[in-house]
């Protein structure tokens, strides 16, 4: 597929980087030649200066035979004209980022007017998974699929858990239908086998039935945890989506921001929340507005070092869950070896939703991970493809794949290597990013994109540490 990017920014260009490694011809547009220069060093795609909106740079026969334009630069306008511009010339498919509040709550009803096929908001959805988060009473990242009967969770693995530490996986003594998917460790993920042995720090990622899961926590000591006082540090456009979400559901919020003049506008919008002009760095203001008595502490500045250390030091102050915002995939490790809760990346959500839309055809779901090498993807087995009637060991699935479970007329099977694949079987599969061309060729999706969108259900990513 030929794919128009608009905007060479870090968003741009992770999705050019992404789509160029599935074999997509790219075209990135943007005005700035050195950050274009970067991209074509990069990747191996086509670039063009100019501005994205531009009809003489759309209707190029560089641009014009795209399939999809995906406009993701800095302005809201700017992205909303170029979808409107490349449908005019035939560009049968358009993607904008659009992330002002009151753009976004009003084409909610009027994007398809515009011209715009999908509208990425990556401030709204980050503030969505918080909000998540914060509503699992689990005190550990439970992601749902399969329409939630297959949770996939992690666990940080300490010192002194007799559960995990220093045993071979054919050891662990589980919950009935719970699998250990993969590992991570040092940043690193591994698809594990009988023999792997877990080690302290490492994180386990399980996936199993939503009850084992919770019997799996209990034999584990992690107790469950209601989340009614939430601190955010941070009034950007992440915080205030957020606090809306969580005022809306009675909790008690308390916004930390310096800029007067956000302060000014958040307590104006936001009536019920308490709203406190300062500095969230300062360890003062932190134990002056109760971080001790605090269930989540939420960090979303703009800076990815601020979040990750005051997150850190929130916790030691005694917040008993803590999210930072982080937006380079290399801080992946340092969340690991901090102790921080959870993560989330905007950009590796926006990525998220543009892969699932281009991948299109029975693509049920996608999480990413927040180490981006790795994704769990749900899917359903069509006709005559070239799993069915197999057993699950002779599958001829790619290596460093693993089926973690098995939807069938609405039952979950938490397989074996003798459980055979059938027609209509829906996966949830673990697996390395660079094997999902070979799994989808697999069940018989290759070919399938953007004609089968309304297929879509969600799209997550998995970023507990």
């Given at each position: ?7 060479a920014?870090?968003?741009?260009t992770?999705?050019a ?7 997509h ?5 943007d ?10 060093e ?23 035979d ?17 979808c ?30 515009l ?16 909000n998540r988060l ?8 439970a ?11 992690d666990?940080?693995v300490?010192?002194n ?5 220093r045993?071979?996986?054919s ?9 250990v ?7 690193n ?12 720090g490492?994180?386990?990622y ?13 034999k ?7 989340i ?17 979400r ?6 008690n ?12 506008e958040?307590a ?7 709203v ?7 360890l003062?203001?932190?134990k ?21 250390l ?9 917040a ?24 989330i ?6 990525v ?6 281009i991948?299109g055809?029975?693509?049920l779901?996608l ?19 070239k ?17 973690g ?8 099977i ?9 027609e209509g079987?829906r ?6 990013d660079?094997?999902i ?7 018989g ?13 969600n ?7």
């Open positions: 597929m030929k794919v128009a990017i608009i905007g920014g870090k968003v741009g992770e999705i980087g992404k789509l160029s490694e599935e074999g011809d790219i075209v990135v547009i005005h700035k030649e050195a950050q274009l220069q970067k991209i074509e990069k990747f191996d795609c086509l670039t063009i200066k100019g501005k994205g909106p531009s009809s003489s740079i759309l209707k190029s026969p560089t641009v014009a795209s399939q999809l334009l995906v406009s993701v630069t800095d302005s809201d306008e700017v992205n909303m004209i170029s409107m511009t490349a449908k005019r010339i035939g560009i049968s498919r358009t993607i904008a980022r659009i992330r002002d509040p009151e753009y976004h709550q009003e084409l909610v009803i009027s994007k398809k007017d011209g715009i096929d999908l509208v990425i908001n990556p401030e709204w959805a980050a503030a969505e998974e918080i914060l509503s699992i009473a689990l005190p550990i990242h992601e749902p699929l399969a329409r939630g009967k297959v949770q996939l969770v666990f940080t300490d010192e858990s007799t559960t995990f530490a045993k071979r996986l050891q662990l003594e589980l919950p009935p239908s719970c699998l998917v993969a590992i991570s460790r040092g940043g993920m591994i698809i594990p086998g009988g023999p792997d042995i877990i080690l302290p490492d994180i386990v399980i996936m199993g039935l939503p009850e084992n899961i919770n019997k799996l926590c209990i584990s000591k992690k107790k469950k945890q209601k009614q006082k939430v601190m955010i540090l941070g009034g950007g456009r992440i915080g205030y989506y957020l606090a809306k969580l005022c809306s559901r009675g909790m919020v308390k916004i930390i921001e310096q800029d007067p003049g956000k302060c000014s958040l104006e919008r936001l009536p019920t929340a308490l406190i002009e300062g500095d969230g760095s300062d003062e203001i932190l002056k507005e109760g971080i001790k008595e605090t269930d989540a502490f939420i960090a979303v500045t703009g800076l990815d070092e601020e979040n990750l005051i997150s850190l030091l929130s916790k030691q102050l005694g008993k869950r803590v999210v930072a915002k982080i937006s380079r995939s290399g801080y992946a490790p340092l969340v690991e070896r901090l102790g921080v809760d959870s993560a990346s905007p950009r590796l959500i926006t998220g939703e543009i892969l699932r839309f991948r055809g029975r693509l779901s999480v990413l991970l927040l180490n981006e090498k790795a994704e769990v993807i749900e899917l359903m087995v069509q006709p005559q493809s799993i069915v009637g197999r057993y699950l060991k002779k599958s001829n699935l790619p290596k460093r794949t693993i089926i479970s098995i939807i069938r007329n609405g039952k979950t938490i397989p074996k290597g003798s459980d055979m694949i059938l079987d996966l949830v599969i673990f697996t390395m660079q094997n061309k070979a799994i989808e060729n697999l069940c999706l290759e070919g399938r994109s953007l004609e089968h969108t309304s297929d879509f259900e799209i997550g990513y998995s970023a507990s540490m």
